[in-house]
């Protein structure tokens, strides 16, 4: 598997500069992978364009037009199936997947959270992070359970919370982290250099 090239489907609902920064690494030859697909759950996604920029095919999957999530789960899947996807990767991706899909690619899927989980999971971390009045935040890479930003941390990344701060201040702090953390992360996995055992994963060193 892991002399075998990796083909990324990247799953976003929005702006999509994270996925920019994997785009970025890999027209680099910093991330050895080709992305496959990248997928939006809304049409409007930003995502969706710098895909098409980038030349990567990019197809709206609209929550709307599916009757319950597991008919538009179906459709997520046969869109990865189509493109060959062997690793998901969630790049701010609003919506949590049921089972049937983490089934489906049962340790093959990845998500960025802004914030150092297990602390502040959910969509509003740095509203939460905010209100709660840490002086420590970051982000997080994790493999994707069942649960909700519950699965094996994979590596985080911490910046000071600052007094003043707002929600796009933090936001933008914390972002730069992920644009450096996310490609090396996936990187990682290319080389097969992720072990996962039970909740922890290890980062094997590099083969010379
Ligand atoms: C990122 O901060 C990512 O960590 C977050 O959404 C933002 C997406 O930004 N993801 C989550 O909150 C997932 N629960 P982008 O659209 O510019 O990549």
Redesign the pocket.
């Given at each position: 598997m892991a002399n075998e090239k990796q083909v990324l489907g990247v799953l976003?609902?929005?702006?999509?500069?994270?996925?920019?920064s994997i785009i970025d690494a890999v027209a680099r030859g910093e991330v050895h992978a080709t992305i496959g697909v990248v997928l939006a759950d809304k049409p409007e996604a930003?995502?969706l364009e710098r895909a098409r920029k980038a030349g990567i095919p990019a197809v709206c999957v609209n929550r709307k037009e599916y009757e319950d999530r597991e008919q538009f789960e179906k459709a997520l899947i046969e869109e990865l199936a189509q493109a060959g996807v062997t690793l998901v990767v969630?790049?701010?991706?609003?919506r949590i997947l049921t089972p049937y899909f983490v089934r489906a690619y049962a340790g093959r899927i990845m998500?960025?959270?802004?914030a150092l989980l297990p602390s502040f999971p959910?969509?509003h971390?740095h509203r939460d992070v905010l209100a709660y009045g840490v002086k420590v935040s970051g982000?997080t890479i994790h493999f994707v359970d069942e649960g909700t930003?519950s699965g094996p941390i994979i590596a985080q990344a911490a910046v000071p919370v600052l007094d003043g701060d707002t929600e796009e201040t933090l936001?933008a702090r914390?972002?730069k982290e992920?644009h450096r953390l996310y490609p090396q992360v996936i990187e990682w996995y290319c080389e097969g250099r992720l072990q996962v055992e039970g909740r922890k994963v290890c980062v094997l060193p590099e083969k010379s």
């Open positions: 976003c609902s929005g702006r999509g500069t994270d996925l920019q930003y995502a969630l790049a701010g991706f609003m998500n960025i959270h802004p959910g969509a971390a982000c930003d936001g914390v972002l992920e």
